[in-house]
């Protein structure tokens, strides 16, 4: 008996800690592969060594040559995912208070129909818009796709947003009234201060929303100089498959997702807290 | 409240000064929700009517003299019907049978995964942190990438044969860009399944536990008649939305395998190959097929299943005594189960 007590904490303990290294391991070994490919010389791009003998930053030097138009595009992106996380933000903003806070005959209609929203197929939405802007001549702008860029981070913003409002206790308003606040004077000057953590999480979950966006972006803008980032990354394709220019891909994809990774490291608590909060992706 | 006093005494009068209540509450929310309301009917609600009426007309092709023909004609249910027959009938039969495949797939192994992966992380206490920073990574990749990322991977000179040791051709039509496919897109995804479980897994209580070991429940018993039913509604949530996610999958096909490739060609893709070429009638019907089918599914799975999609939002609210009337949801979204809200919001317990 004694021996069996002392060899189970043995195993307790080690097995959770190899797992956790098989997940580290498998969530980060195809992140390191680009990374380290992207740090490769052209020449020995093919070379699998998994430290690369000579490391170089010549494919990010292509990258971001002045024929490929990569730091543009990376400006449309950001123009773009900004755009559509501060409209985000004003708008749901308003909604998701109002779900938290207000009891009214058909919130969970409107619920329902905010999370359904949120599951509705992109191309069956791009088709019909992407009719109506070429009518309205609006293919090859910004608001192409911005506008329907919306439909997928509206309804993730406010569902984000009413989880958060409704963690903050309704004493905070009910004070502010006492002390000779109007209610929208009590959301302005005491709310959102407070839920600036909760809006500042899913300001972040929306831009990366935005940002990884590829349908719409390839759907509405068939000019170089107005696409996003992701839709010039992957029309770097050459000609035939062997001539796929790889390295700069890779380059290009580290640069576009280092950001992104950044912003994950830093506010990961929060993230995960407004993920799990939201439900959904 | 005021609802109290009509509950004693609830006559028609009362009644009445009670709904005047709620449509005062009901005309702020009103004002409150309908910028979001109108956006999300501009955006959302206009495509797909608008997508209902354009599969019903055809543009262009070629007339019975032989002359281009400009503008649209209405067509009726033509298009459907061409979908359904002869050669696009194949390609549309084929991008279904590819579509649900990648779904079914896709999600049985990213939901075996993503369970595992909670399982260790919640039992694991050191390397928290840094299995939660890297556990984010791939969720934080953009899909375009991530499909550029394994493109790579799988070259035919690339790492994945090296260490396989074989000699594949991977992007050529065939089950081997299949499963190319299958492999990004559970890399992606199944950590981001953990992750919910995992907030799932964190909401039951130790005493839970504590108490089947003292009635001396084996680990598996404890797994399949407590761990499993306490995440069950915060993992039908999570694999609800990962199947409607696959369902339209576009990006990860289209960038690591290509367009016009048989094997790997799904719904989205052929809908968007048709919109390329201005067909636009076709391209909206194959549009609607899918939006048809993605709400069958999503209807089946939650009366089958009773996921209960807005459980946390419906949980906080305080119970009235017009109980029938809180009940006011489309069918589908209403069919929580007693414990549905416990573990899909977090912190309910």
Same mark, same amino acid.
């Not at chain 1, 740090?39 to 791009?45: G, I, L, M, N, Y």
């Given at each position: ?66 024929? /490929?138009? @990569?730091? #543009?595009?990376?400006?449309?992106? =950001?123009?773009? &995912?900004?755009? !559509?996380?501060?409209? %985000? ?72 947003? /009413?989880? @958060?409002? #409704?963690?903050?206790?309704?004493? =905070?308003?009910? &004070?502010?009234? !006492?002390?000779?606040? %109007? ?88 993230? !995960?807290?407004?993920? %799990? ?5 | ?349």
């Amino acid at each position: 008996m004694a021996q069996i007590a002392a060899e189970a904490p043995w195993y307790r303990r080690w097995l959770p800690l190899v797992g956790v290294g098989l997940i580290v391991l498998y969530c980060l070994v195809p992140f390191y592969w680009m990374v380290v490919s992207a740090f490769r010389r052209p020449s020995d791009q093919f070379d699998n060594s998994i430290i690369p003998k000579r490391w170089s930053i010549e494919n990010f030097t292509d990258v971001f040559q002045p024929g /490929t138009g @990569f730091g #543009r595009a990376l400006l449309n992106s =950001l123009i773009v &995912a900004g755009t !559509v996380t501060i409209l %985000t933000l004003i708008v749901g903003m308003v909604a998701a208070y109002t779900l938290a806070r207000l009891d009214f005959k058909f919130k969970n209609l409107v619920l329902a129909i905010i999370i359904t929203t949120s599951m509705f197929p992109g191309i069956s939405l791009v088709i019909p818009l992407k009719k109506l802007f070429s009518d309205i001549e609006w293919i090859n702008t910004y608001q192409a796709m911005i506008v329907p860029s919306l439909s997928f981070a509206l309804p993730l913003a406010v569902w984000n947003l /009413t989880a @958060f409002f #409704r963690q903050m206790p309704r004493e =905070l308003e009910q &004070a502010a009234m !006492v002390d000779g606040c %109007t209610p929208a004077q009590a959301f302005r000057k005491v709310i959102i201060p407070l839920a600036a953590p909760g809006v500042f999480t899913t300001a972040i979950i929306t831009f990366i929303a935005a940002w990884n966006e590829f349908l719409i972006a390839v759907s509405m803008v068939n000019r170089k100089d107005i696409s996003t980032a992701n839709v010039l990354i992957a029309s770097f394709t050459g000609t035939s498959g062997r001539d796929q220019p790889f390295g700069s891909q890779m380059a290009a994809g580290v640069v576009v997702t280092i950001p992104l990774v950044i912003a994950v490291l830093i506010f990961q608590r929060r993230i !995960v807290a407004g993920l %799990t909060a939201g439900g959904v992706k | 409240m005021s609802e109290s006093a009509s509950a004693v005494e609830p006559t028609p009068g009362k009644n009445v000064r009670r709904t005047s209540f709620n449509e005062g509450t009901g005309r702020l929310a009103a004002l409150l929700l309908s910028p979001t309301l109108i956006v999300l009917l501009l955006v959302i609600g206009y495509p797909i009517i608008s997508a209902l009426r354009e599969s019903l007309y055809t543009s262009g092709g070629i007339g019975d003299d032989g002359f281009v023909i400009e503008g649209t004609r209405f067509v009726g249910l033509d298009n459907f019907a061409a979908i359904f027959s002869g050669e696009t009938g194949d390609r549309f039969w084929n991008a279904f049978y590819n579509t649900t495949f990648f779904t079914v797939t896709c999600v049985v192994l990213e939901t075996l995964l993503g369970v595992l992966m909670a399982m260790v992380m919640h039992k694991a206490f050191k390397g928290r942190a840094i299995v939660r920073a890297s556990i984010l990574i791939p969720w934080a990749i953009p899909t375009v990438v991530s499909a550029l990322l394994w493109k790579w991977m799988f070259q035919a000179d690339g790492i994945a044969n090296a260490v396989l040791g074989t000699q594949i051709l991977w992007s050529t039509e065939g089950w081997q860009s299949v499963l190319s496919v299958i492999v990004a897109d559970t890399w992606k995804t199944a950590p981001f399944i953990g992750l919910l479980v995992l907030a799932g897994l964190q909401t039951i209580p130790d005493e839970v536990y504590e108490a089947a070991k003292v009635d001396g429940a084996s680990p598996w018993k404890t797994f399949t008649r407590i761990t499993l039913p306490l995440v069950k509604p915060a993992l039908l949530v999570a694999v609800l939305f990962r199947i409607l996610d696959t369902l339209r999958i576009f990006d990860l096909p289209y960038v690591l395998v290509g367009p016009n490739k048989e094997s790997v060609e799904t719904l989205s893709i052929l809908a968007f190959l048709e919109a390329n070429q201005t067909r636009y009638g076709p391209a909206a019907a194959y549009a609607t097929l899918l939006f048809v089918y993605i709400v069958v599914v999503a209807y089946v799975f939650v009366r089958l299943l009773g996921a209960d999609v807005i459980g946390d939002a419906r949980a906080s609210k305080p119970k009235k005594n017009g109980k029938s009337k809180d009940n006011q949801l489309p069918p589908g979204t209403a069919a929580a189960t007693a414990s549905g809200s416990l573990a899909a919001g977090g912190g309910g317990l």
